[in-house]
């Protein structure tokens, strides 16, 4: 066999290797250390906030302590509920400890930040780790099983989320994706008890949830039963601050209340008034679900499609959420690894799935990035692990080119302005065209077959955003104003 021929059997094969797990991890890695969001100093001293309320024998008063900003972070009030910091309360006791009895305040230390941000990356690996057993519950294929993996942990969404934010949707995410692979196995109360974590976390798994719920129970008094469960954890959580110092104040201040108020968006005027596609969505996917003719017994039956319908169905609400209503730039890790658990099901589409995600992935992270997102600011870099390098600070100034890669690009070109419609609608139709091409049944068969492995879209994929990190850098080295301690 000539050389060329084993270096094609090589690059056609179906299979992960140690180089392209390494240039994962390396991507992540340089996204992780050139950025310290606004997010991640709040969260990240909300969670030590819950520690030092502990500590003092004050757990009621957690909203107010966090109100009144000892800390100076951006967020002042904490705005969400207990859930969606304690577990990360409890990865944060050494530094807490540093800050509390050191008196080593863990907003001025980069090295404090990062190991706060580690949490999400180890809840990163658990979540590509169940991705792999769900992917396998479904296709009995170890290799489509290791695909998932490495296309969830190697996705623009999560190195945004996890890496470059520092947010804690990935909490929520997790404890989604273990609760799937329960319900894989039919082991409906883990699955529920499962589902009621992450709903307590953060509610939006409460739309998926639904969703599956319906898709095998038909019972209209169980199917309540199980939602009251199912948010029985969040419940909880308001009974126990309810009437506390700060905490009504904190809930209509922070943003958990402004995404749900936004949520549902006009998106059209009728006669009945403004009508949102998000709203019409969910109706046409519980609709969809609820006439499925499947039944609770299906969990577990290697002869049933219900665990593909499942998986689907989550990614179908998930991808409507995030073009139907307005989303924070780091909730698009609500996407994994559920669409990628769809994609490596149908082999006939290897290529058009690889194409269209990869259209889909820097399309929407240039529209966010040109819409003005707080995404790549350059005073991101200030309580960065990179930043040691550079021994300096900047002020971030709105009105600089060098403040943001959106002013940058824009003093550069205001044709990038004027692309940001071009951007959404590709990103839009190649999210479609996934969800379409990949139906449970595969319903559409293409006379050109897709089953090439293009393994350089891969690679592609998995370096989509370093360039705007790299751009990010640069605008710090380039700032005009440098503050040296």
């Not at 492995?453 to 955003?465: G, H, K, Q």
Request: positive net charge.
């Amino acid at each position: 066999m000539k050389t060329k021929d084993k270096l094609l059997k090589i690059y056609r094969a179906d299979k992960i290797y140690l180089a392209e797990w390494i240039l994962a991890i390396v991507t992540g890695m340089f996204v992780f250390i050139t950025s310290s969001t606004w997010d991640l100093q709040s969260l990240t001293i909300w969670s030590t906030n819950v520690l030092d309320v502990i500590y003092e024998g004050k757990f009621r008063d957690l909203y107010e302590y966090t109100a009144n900003n000892i800390y100076g972070v951006h967020h002042a009030h904490m705005g969400s509920e207990l859930m969606s910091v304690l577990p990360w309360s409890i990865w944060n006791l050494p530094i807490w400890i540093i800050q509390r009895f050191f008196d080593r305040p863990i907003i001025d230390s980069a090295l404090l930040l990062a190991y706060s941000k580690l949490f999400m990356v180890l809840l990163t690996v658990i979540t590509v780790i169940y991705t792999k057993k769900v992917t396998y519950l479904i296709t009995g294929d170890k290799f489509k099983s290791t695909l998932a993996m490495y296309l969830t942990a190697s996705s623009t969404y999560i190195y945004l989320s996890v890496c470059y934010s520092g947010q804690n949707d990935i909490m929520m995410i997790c404890s989604s994706v273990i609760a799937v692979y329960y319900l894989l196995q039919n082991k409906r109360k883990t699955f529920l008890a499962w589902s009621a974590l992450s709903i307590a976390i953060k509610p939006f798994f409460i739309l998926p949830f639904l969703a599956v719920l319906l898709l095998s129970e038909k019972n209209l008094l169980k199917i309540l039963l199980k939602s009251v469960v199912a948010v029985s954890g969040l419940v909880v959580q308001k009974l126990i601050f309810n009437g506390a110092p700060g905490y009504e104040e904190s809930m209509n201040s922070g943003p958990a209340k402004q995404m749900m108020e936004n949520m549902f968006p006009s998106n059209i005027n009728t006669n009945f008034g403004g009508i949102s596609f998000f709203a019409i969505s969910l109706v046409l996917i519980y609709l969809y679900t609820y006439t499925r003719d499947f039944k609770n017994d299906d969990y577990g039956d290697k002869n049933s499609n219900i665990g593909k319908y499942a998986v689907y169905i989550i990614a179908v609400t998930y991808t409507c959420y995030v073009m139907f209503s307005p989303f924070s730039f780091y909730r698009l890790a609500t996407l994994t690894p559920f669409i990628y658990i769809v994609l490596v099901q149908n082999k006939d589409m290897l290529l058009y799935n690889s194409l269209f995600d990869v259209a889909m992935q820097f399309c929407l992270l240039m529209k966010l990035v040109l819409r003005g997102s707080k995404l790549f600011r350059v005073d991101y870099l200030n309580k960065a692990v990179v930043q040691r390098w550079f021994g300096y600070s900047v002020n971030y100034n709105a009105h600089s080119c060098y403040s943001s890669i959106d002013n940058y690009l824009f003093e550069k070109n205001d044709l990038y302005d004027k692309l940001q419609a071009m951007f959404a609608g590709v990103a839009a139709v190649s999210a479609v065209m996934l969800l379409v091409l990949n139906h449970p049944e595969e319903k559409i068969k293409l006379k050109v077959s897709g089953d090439v492995n293009c393994r350089a879209l891969m690679w592609i994929r998995t370096l989509i955003i370093v360039p705007f990190a790299l751009l990010s850098v640069y605008m710090f080295a380039m700032a005009v104003i440098k503050n040296f301690p």
